[in-house]
Structure formats: structure tokens, C-alpha cells
């Protein structure tokens, strides 16, 4: 029913384009099967080019659910799986970068189950880069990259906690552009319009102003 249904429709022939197709059969890939919890089966599973996972779903009871998956993924992700392929050097910068543009591509995903897998991701990539290094700015970026993936998820007020608990070098001009952008993005959200425009007014950043011309 799933080949008829899913695979064999006429939809997948685009879809197939971001990603690529694999079958496996887990009664010959068993330790496939044991790396990636296989209980069950059907299981679908998209992962990075890693092998990280970032979403699956056990079970079929009709193609709905998985095309909105699909659907959702952004069309050109080479840069993230250029990323991802380098995280085995378990170098704190490429983990913080990593995150970063999980966050970034987290944000524009439409479908939710998909977009929380990605904004997921990058928290754990966040939190295993401020574990990983010495280095203070990389600690503090991956502190703030990690609020930033609340403000996407709407959590405003506890992004707003977390900015005024953290204790961040605002000497710095990179990091203190990274916090106005954070309050910024949260009294939006919060639509205290005075505050957002304070918090909007000392971000220098281009890229981060950027969005909130959008």
C-alpha cells in the first residue's frame, strides 16, 4: 500500500530531488536496523549526511502525513550536509556553525513536526559546542545561538530569561549584536514595540536587520 500509495506517486518523482532515496532491507541491515531503533516497520527516517537523524515516523496509514513532510523540506540543504559531513572532527566551531544553520533552516520549514526536528538538532549541536571547547566566544555564541532556536520556537519570554540570566561580554561587538538581535527578535514577538525598536536601533549587523524588514 505504501509503494502505491507514496512511492509510486507521481509527486515523489520531484520530491526525490532533495534528498536521497534509500531502502533497506533491516532483515540483511540488522546493524542498520539496531543504529536507528527499528521496531517496526514500515520506518522512515531523514537524517544529515552524517547519519544524524532529524525526523521519522514508524507506521502507514496513508501518504498525507508523509508528503507534508516532504513537501517541507527546503529544496537546496548542500550547504548543511557539507556541515554535517565535518562534525566527525568533533570541532566545537563547525558544531556552533552546524547548529546555526539548522536554526536558519528550522525557521522557514512550514510543516511542525519537521521544523521542531531541525530546531531540535540545533540545540544539541549548541550544547555539545559550548561543552567542547575552552575558547569563551565560541561558549558565548553557542549560549545565545541556543536562546535564539526559543525565540524561533515563540518562546519569547523564556528566550528573554535566558538573555538576562547569561552573563555575555557585550565589549564585544559580535556578541552584543547577537543579544540586541535575541531581544529584538523577542519583544517582537512580544509586540513591545517600544523596546523592539530600542533593541532593533543598536543591532549593526546587516543580515540580522535584514529579517526584520522581511
Same mark, same amino acid.
Given at each position: 500500500?505504501?509503494?502505491?500509495?507514496?512511492?509510486?506517486?507521481?509527486?515523489?518523482?520531484?520530491?526525490?530531488?532533495?534528498?536521497?532515496?534509500?531502502?533497506?532491507?533491516?532483515?540483511?541491515?540488522?546493524? +542498520?536496523?539496531?543504529?536507528?531503533?527499528?521496531?517496526?516497520?514500515?520506518?522512515?527516517?531523514?537524517?544529515?549526511?552524517?547519519?544524524?537523524?532529524?525526523?521519522?515516523?514508524?507506521?502507514?496509514?496513508?501518504?498525507?502525513?508523509?508528503?507534508?513532510? +516532504?513537501?517541507?523540506?527546503?529544496?537546496?540543504?548542500?550547504?548543511?550536509?557539507? @556541515? *554535517?559531513?565535518?562534525?566527525?572532527?568533533?570541532?566545537?566551531?563547525?558544531?556552533?556553525?552546524?547548529?546555526?544553520? @539548522?536554526?536558519?533552516?528550522?525557521?522557514?520549514?512550514?510543516?511542525?513536526?519537521?521544523?521542531?526536528?531541525? +530546531?531540535? +538538532?540545533?540545540?544539541?549541536?549548541?550544547?555539545?559546542?559550548?561543552?567542547?571547547?575552552?575558547? @569563551?566566544? #565560541?561558549?558565548?555564541? *553557542?549560549? @545565545?545561538?541556543?536562546?535564539?532556536?526559543?525565540?524561533?520556537?515563540?518562546?519569547?519570554?523564556?528566550? =528573554?530569561?535566558?538573555?538576562?540570566?547569561?552573563?555575555?561580554?557585550?565589549?564585544?561587538?559580535? #556578541? *552584543?549584536?547577537?543579544?540586541?538581535?535575541?531581544?529584538?527578535?523577542?519583544?517582537?514577538?512580544?509586540?513591545?514595540? =517600544?523596546?523592539?525598536?530600542?533593541?532593533?536601533?543598536?543591532?549593526?549587523?546587516?543580515?540580522?536587520?535584514?529579517?526584520?524588514?522581511?
Amino acid at each position: 500500500m505504501m509503494d502505491r500509495e507514496l512511492w509510486d506517486d507521481d509527486e515523489m518523482d520531484t520530491l526525490a530531488n532533495y534528498f536521497v532515496p534509500v531502502r533497506i532491507d533491516i532483515d540483511y541491515n540488522r546493524s +542498520l536496523a539496531t543504529k536507528y531503533l527499528v521496531k517496526g516497520i514500515p520506518k522512515v527516517i531523514i537524517a544529515l549526511s552524517n547519519g544524524d537523524v532529524v525526523w521519522e515516523m514508524m507506521g502507514y496509514s496513508g501518504k498525507s502525513e508523509y508528503l507534508q513532510v +516532504l513537501r517541507s523540506l527546503p529544496v537546496n540543504l548542500t550547504e548543511l550536509f557539507e @556541515l *554535517a559531513i565535518a562534525l566527525s572532527g568533533k570541532d566545537p566551531d563547525t558544531y556552533l556553525q552546524t547548529g546555526i544553520m @539548522l536554526q536558519k533552516t528550522g525557521k522557514n520549514i512550514t510543516n511542525p513536526g519537521l521544523k521542531d526536528a531541525f +530546531l531540535s +538538532l540545533a540545540h544539541e549541536k549548541f550544547r555539545f559546542s559550548e561543552k567542547q571547547t575552552k575558547d @569563551l566566544k #565560541i561558549q558565548q555564541k *553557542a549560549q @545565545l545561538y541556543s536562546i535564539l532556536v526559543d525565540v524561533t520556537k515563540g518562546s519569547y519570554k523564556k528566550a =528573554q530569561k535566558g538573555i538576562e540570566k547569561g552573563t555575555f561580554d557585550q565589549n564585544d561587538p559580535e #556578541i *552584543a549584536d547577537l543579544v540586541h538581535y535575541i531581544l529584538a527578535g523577542c519583544y517582537k514577538g512580544l509586540k513591545d514595540d =517600544q523596546n523592539y525598536l530600542r533593541e532593533k536601533g543598536l543591532i549593526i549587523n546587516e543580515d540580522f536587520l535584514t529579517e526584520f524588514r522581511e
